[in-house]
């Protein structure tokens, strides 16, 4: 059953695959097609959430699988839940566990009942169900809650893959039956690798359930951005359009505008985080790597017209800041990245209200994507 | 000569020894007793300049010797001087690199002439001479520059402490010699390890010398509180009145009080922002070790009267950034002590307007300085 809490609105209508929508859920209005910060263990890294809601952003993710490790669900769930123990009063989405299971962890087992993993902190032996990690997730209390599903890596064998993709189906229903918190939006998550004829029957299988909204889920973990568009491309037309469709973990600034242009609403990715630590700005004219010599005395910031707290300083400040091995780099760094991701899907936005989204693209292709000249 | 653009007022005049006054220097008016962060290298460790305003600090504190080997004074020059370069717009303090010089390095060699050593960094050979130091703080551009001194352990042989302290003065005479920055005030340093005659002798043959304030160097350096309380209160009688007192490196919130009942004005030490890196955090009702397992499901904040960003959350939510080492564990503690120390202060110069320091003095006594019961 849908939840009550939750709604979808394609605003205005349209039958165009770039799309505006409003999400409306228990804490909050999100305008899409959004980007969420990812807040993997109860903090997006680096920052406070003043600073956090300073980028603009709405919505933001926490991981599941790292939570459940570390405090621990019951103990979030004892404090008030992830809104009140975080202080983000904002719409949270939880993942489901499925990815990190996968990437993280070493897998001991894959059975119909559960994958069984080892803990990457200390190696317990723990194991995972598709009714364990909704539980997990409903004491989290976040408004938006994703199934488990199977990720395989890519390339596999297709039968693996035909394998994942159908348990991940047989699991997003029995996500559906163990949920018992009406508040709590549920999302399935397509599976299928980059053979479109899988994607088509996860997307006919999940569909037939009914769930707030629909993920991809299963790329960018390696294959050429052009075959993860091709999936999309291949998959968006069999998702009911009065639902929001999320592109799990994915991407580039660039990736994010492809994805829209495929009919995505939301989207996660530790990319302006992980690379903001890593000195790695993304801004306008393409990306900015602040360790290089050239920028040792550079007074211009990364972007004049940025807003945001690093575009304060001057590129040589902030070059400093990571030679000197200083936090400030990082956390600058950060609320930059997440303040050019959202001035990116606020353009976005506009330039679909304004019908000038696919011109705009194009004129972005081979520019945000590359190395600033 | 003493710097036009800087002065020190007691207001009100008084003849107690905890005194209130005001500091006026190109970069802004300072309330004394005033405690200064420290921000080594043109950072205040993990926060923002915004963050560093909003603990209520005025003053900051810069270190000669870290910037000097990095990013460099020339380049700070080039790039506006350290309040350009770090975007703290009010009153900077530098060190002279003194302290650091004989505690971060391998010393080569002292002489009249230079103290030689390597650097902490890559182990380049270096050499700063009290010239040099005044010329490296006048391309900063701090407020208040201060002269380079010969620091040595504590306990020393009695000549050695004697050698230093009367090479230190003729260190202080070089440094005013060198000076050629008008609008920076020039502060000498009282040294003579723990012996009050030579501290007597130094403070004389400092203040013959037109310096612009005068610090208590060389203390806290391993010995007994009580010890360095002696050394101050056997001191300060020697320096003028109507010029600005400093306790360089210290200290704990009681050792800040304990100053300022011996009268002095202004404070820096790194004990708010390492503590706060680690874990332990400072209160009205003592030391908190977040770390603690007490803590795990604590809904309280540390101070539920705190305005700081780490008292919005639950002390159960700080260990567990602390926990899963998040940076934000280190952001929030480091902006809680700042706040602390700076309430401490405001609430001593409320305590000393109000004629009731001493009491109040011996009410914190044995409180914040314990772990909280």
């Known amino acids: 059953m849908t939840s009550k809490s939750f709604s979808f609105q394609l605003n205005p209508p349209t039958e165009q695959s770039a799309r505006l929508g409003q999400i409306r859920c228990p804490h909050g209005t999100v305008d899409t097609p959004v980007f969420m910060p990812v807040g993997t263990v109860g903090t997006v890294k680096g920052l406070t959430v003043d600073q956090v809601e ?38 949270i989405l939880t993942d489901s566990g499925g990815f990190q299971v996968f990437s993280l962890s070493k897998i001991n087992k894959v059975t119909e009942e559960a994958a069984t993993f080892q803990s990457h902190i200390d190696g317990a032996k723990l194991e995972l169900t598709p009714e364990e990690s909704i539980r997990i997730q409903e004491r989290l209390g976040s408004d938006v809650a994703m199934v488990l ?21 047989r699991w997003a229903a029995r996500c559906l039956d163990a949920a018992s918190r009406e508040q709590q939006a549920k999302f399935a998550i397509v599976q299928g690798g980059l053979d479109v004829s899988l994607r088509r029957r996860s997307s006919e299988g999940l569909t037939a359930l009914p769930f707030d909204g629909y993920a991809v889920g299963g790329l960018s973990v390696g294959e050429p951005p052009a075959e993860m568009y091709r999936v999309i491309e291949a998959t968006t037309p069999f998702l009911p359009r009065d639902k929001p469709r999320y592109l799990m973990g994915v991407g580039r600034p660039i990736d994010l505008l492809e994805g829209i242009a495929r009919g995505i609403d939301m989207f996660d990715c530790v990319m302006p985080t992980r690379n903001g630590r890593n000195a790695l700005a993304f801004t306008w004219n393409g990306t900015v790597r602040l360790r290089n010599a050239k920028h040792a005395e550079d007074p211009r910031p990364l972007d004049e017209n940025c807003p ?50 696919d011109d705009w693209l ?6 945000i994507d590359e190395p600033e000249r």
Not at 58 to 79: C, D, F, Q, W
Not at 149 to 169: F, G, Y
Request: glycine share 8%; hydrophobic share 35%.
């Open 54 to 91: 300073s980028t603009g952003a709405t919505m933001i993710l926490g991981n599941t699988y790292h939570l459940a490790l570390r405090p621990g669900s019951k103990l979030v769930e004892k404090l008030g839940g992830l809104h009140k123990f975080t202080g983000w009063q904002g719409p």
């Open 308 to 357: 945001c707290l690093a575009c304060k300083h001057s590129r040589s400040y902030l070059r400093h800041l990571f030679n000197a091995k200083e936090m400030l780099g990082p956390i600058l760094l950060t609320h930059h990245n997440l303040t050019f991701y959202q001035l990116v899907m606020q353009e976005a936005r506009k330039q679909i209200a304004a019908g000038t989204f």
């Open 362 to 367: 194009s004129r972005q292709r081979g520019v």
């Open 149 to 169: 599903d199977h990720v395989v890596a890519l390339p596999s064998e297709r039968k693996l893959v035909e394998e994942a993709m159908e348990r991940s189906t």
